[in-house]
C-alpha cells in the first residue's frame, strides 16, 4: 500500500467537522485555527482524492456524492480514535471535544442548560458552546452541531427530532389583577395593556399574538425580544403577557387569564444535519435533553 497516495486523516476529519457545521468559520473556531487553514486543507484534500469534496447551498457548505463517501471514512477515524482515548483514560464512557448547541431563549435556560451542565459533569472532557436566539427552523442551519426550535419544523434536508410540546398562556402578575381587575372574555383583552415579542423581529409567528385572530388588538403594548424582559414586564405590571407556561406557572406571582379559553400549544425540535446526528456527543446531548423534559412533564403541561 502506497501510504503516500491515502488522504491525510487529519483533513478528513476537518471535512467531518465541515459537514457537520457546515461554515469554515465556524470549523476554524472549533478547531482552534483559521479560515484560510480550513480552505486550504479541504483543497488539499480535493486533490488527493481527485475531485471536489464540498459545494456551496444557502445552507452552508453541503457533501458531495465523493464528499460523503470521505465522510464515512473520517467517521470510521474518528470511531477509532475516540476508543483509543477511552481505553487511555481508562473510561469507555466519557465523552470529549465541542459540541455547539443553539436553543431559543427561555427553553434553552429553563432546560437545555441545565441538562448541558449535567451532561458535562458527566464527562469531564466535553465542551460546550450554547447560543441563545429565537428564530424559526430552518432548512439546514449552518454553525452550529444541533439546534433546539420551536414550532413548525417544515424543512427538507436537515433532521428533525421531536422533543416535547409546552403551551403558551396569558397571564398578569397577581398585583395588576386586584389594581385593575381580570378580563371575563377574550374581547375584554383589548382593554388591557398587552405583553408580548416585538413583531417586526419575531420569527416563530406563533408566538406572538398576532398568528391567531383570536385575541384583538390591546390598549397599550410592551413588545421585547427576550421572553424573560417579557416575564419581568408582567411580574412589573405592565399588563397581560402571553407568556411560556413553564417560565411562570410555578410562581405565585402569576395568574392565569381565561385560562379554560385560551391556550397555544407548541412543538420543541431538535434540528440537525445527518452528519451532525451520527456524532457521539450530539446524539448524548439529545438522549440528555429528552431525559431532563420527561423527568419536567408536569412543567411542560404546565
Known amino acids: 500500500m502506497d501510504l503516500r497516495r491515502l488522504p491525510s486523516p487529519d483533513d478528513l476529519l476537518i471535512l467531518l467537522t465541515v459537514a457537520r457545521l457546515g461554515r469554515f468559520n465556524a470549523v476554524a473556531e472549533t478547531l482552534g485555527t483559521t479560515h484560510t487553514t480550513i480552505s486550504r486543507r479541504i483543497l488539499a484534500l480535493d486533490k488527493q482524492l481527485g475531485g471536489r469534496t464540498l459545494e456551496r447551498s444557502p445552507h452552508g457548505w453541503e457533501l458531495t456524492q465523493l464528499g460523503a463517501a470521505a465522510v464515512d471514512a473520517a467517521e470510521a477515524i474518528e470511531n477509532t480514535l475516540g476508543s483509543l482515548s477511552s481505553v487511555i483514560n481508562q473510561d469507555q464512557s466519557a465523552l470529549a471535544g465541542l459540541v455547539r448547541v443553539a436553543t431559543s431563549d427561555g427553553v434553552g435556560a429553563v432546560f437545555v442548560a441545565p441538562s448541558l451542565v ?70 375584554d383583552v383589548g382593554q388591557h395593556g398587552f405583553v408580548s415579542y416585538v ?72 434540528v440537525a444535519r445527518p452528519e451532525s446526528l451520527r456524532s457521539a456527543p450530539v446524539q448524548a446531548v439529545i438522549a440528555a435533553l429528552k431525559e431532563e423534559m420527561k423527568e419536567r412533564a408536569g412543567l411542560l403541561a404546565g
Do not use: C
Not at 409546552?166 to 397571564?171: E, F, H, I, P, T
Not at 419575531?202 to 388588538?217: C, D, H, K, N, T
Not at 407568556?243 to 379559553?261: H, R, W
Open 118 to 187: 449535567r451532561l458535562q459533569q458527566q464527562n469531564p472532557q466535553l465542551n460546550v458552546e450554547m447560543l441563545s436566539a429565537t428564530r424559526k427552523v430552518s432548512q439546514n442551519r449552518s454553525g452550529v452541531d444541533l439546534e433546539i426550535v420551536v414550532g413548525r419544523a417544515d424543512v427538507t434536508t436537515a433532521q428533525t427530532i421531536f422533543l416535547s410540546n409546552y403551551y403558551l398562556r396569558l397571564y398578569a402578575s397577581s398585583a395588576y389583577a386586584a389594581r385593575h381587575g381580570l378580563p371575563e372574555r377574550l374581547d
Open 199 to 270: 413583531e417586526s423581529a419575531l420569527q416563530v409567528a406563533e408566538l406572538g399574538p398576532r398568528w391567531s385572530s383570536e385575541l384583538p388588538v390591546p390598549r397599550t403594548s410592551f413588545q421585547a425580544t427576550s421572553v424573560f424582559a417579557q416575564v419581568e414586564a408582567v411580574r412589573q405590571g405592565a399588563g397581560i403577557g402571553l407568556l411560556p407556561n413553564f417560565m411562570v406557572a410555578e410562581s405565585d406571582t402569576f395568574v392565569p387569564v381565561l385560562a379554560a379559553d385560551f391556550e397555544r400549544q407548541l412543538p420543541i425540535w431538535a
